[in-house]
């Protein structure tokens, strides 16, 4: 077909760039975490940087191909164009990408049990596991509502979580907390995929918080994420990080506006820019907390 991408532009859309904070401002914040507290090292946030981003796009691969193997990717469907779905991948191919990319990602998180120790293999293979059954599997996650969940947990706590421990060797009620606002702002991206294409998820039989709950739970969703965004640099402050970790308000303008953009009748093409807004918000969080925690 004449307007088909090249091969490279065809494999960077199918990682979804726009999604890949998620898996960036969480090593980076508990990098911050653990530079704060003197135990820095180059080598360990390195190895979580390479497994975040690999199980990240893995899952996203996966998400290419399994939601059109099971029928969510359809013509009727808004939103960026899909690998499997345009014809430019083969369902083959992109099921061997994923192997491939979360093989790599398995390779890598190895890495990590030299400074972690080997109780971090299970949760790495839980990882990877979960990238896959987000979709696939006898029990989809992301087609059963747990989507949310999942993002919560593995972006969240799991990611920043692990990358703190990895260094330091130990965990914080900080750390932690920071962690439930990276997790609830990286859910918040797939609030804003979800109720963007809520109508085509429930014809597929989707079942994702959005189409189980409705467009008002999905909008409260999303506020009470960008709510705690801005509880969490107050809470820091509170508990003697400084007044630079104050900073991070300076990302709640632009989470508001996108809550407020988070409307029935907002057109389709803007709730498609409204996931690009969202994931820079995160962005724009997550950076502006790990230098106020430096700073602090």
């Known amino acids: ?12 859309l199918a990682s979804r760039p726009k999604t890949l ?4 401002v969480p090593v980076l914040v508990g990098s911050a975490f653990a530079a704060h507290a003197g135990a820095f090292q180059w080598g360990a946030a390195s190895l979580c940087l390479g497994f975040a981003l690999l ?11 399994f939601d059109y193997v099971q029928g969510a990717d359809t013509a009727q ?3 960026p164009a899909r690998a499997v779905a345009s ?7 992109m099921r061997t990408a994923m192997v491939l990319v979360l093989t790599l990602a398995f390779g890598v998180g190895l890495g990590l049990i030299h400074f972690g120790g080997w109780g971090l293999l299970p949760l790495g293979v839980l990882c990877i596991v979960c990238g896959i059954a987000y979709t696939g599997g006898p029990y989809p996650l992301g087609y059963h509502g747990l989507g949310d969940v999942f993002v919560f947990l593995f972006f969240g706590l799991v990611a920043v979580g692990a990358t703190f421990f990895v260094q ?31 109508a085509t998820d429930a014809v597929a039989g989707k079942r994702t918080l959005v189409v189980r709950f409705g467009e008002r739970a999905g909008r409260w969703q999303y506020g009470a994420a960008v709510l705690l965004s801005g509880a969490v640099p107050v809470v820091l ?19 508001l506006d996108c809550w407020r953009r988070l409307r029935p009748t907002t057109p389709a093409p803007e709730l498609v820019r409204l996931l690009a807004r969202t994931a820079a918000h995160l962005a724009l969080f997550g950076v502006l907390l790990a230098l106020g925690v430096l700073l602090g």
């Open 237 to 255: 402050w509170a508990r003697g990080f400084g007044g630079w970790s104050l900073l991070a308000l300076g990302a709640l303008p632009l989470g």
């Open 1 to 12: 077909m004449s307007d088909r991408p090249s091969t490279f532009r065809i494999w960077l």
């Open 87 to 93: 014809g430019w991948v083969t369902p083959a191919t």
């Open 168 to 198: 330091a060797r130990t965990l914080t009620p900080e750390v932690m907390l920071a962690a439930a606002a990276v997790g609830a702002l990286a859910a918040n991206i797939l609030v804003a995929n979800n109720y963007r294409d809520r």
């Open 21 to 24: 904070p998620a898996a960036l």
């Open 77 to 79: 469907r808004v939103g």
């Open 55 to 65: 199980v990240q796009i893995g899952t996203n691969f996966a998400n290419d191909y």
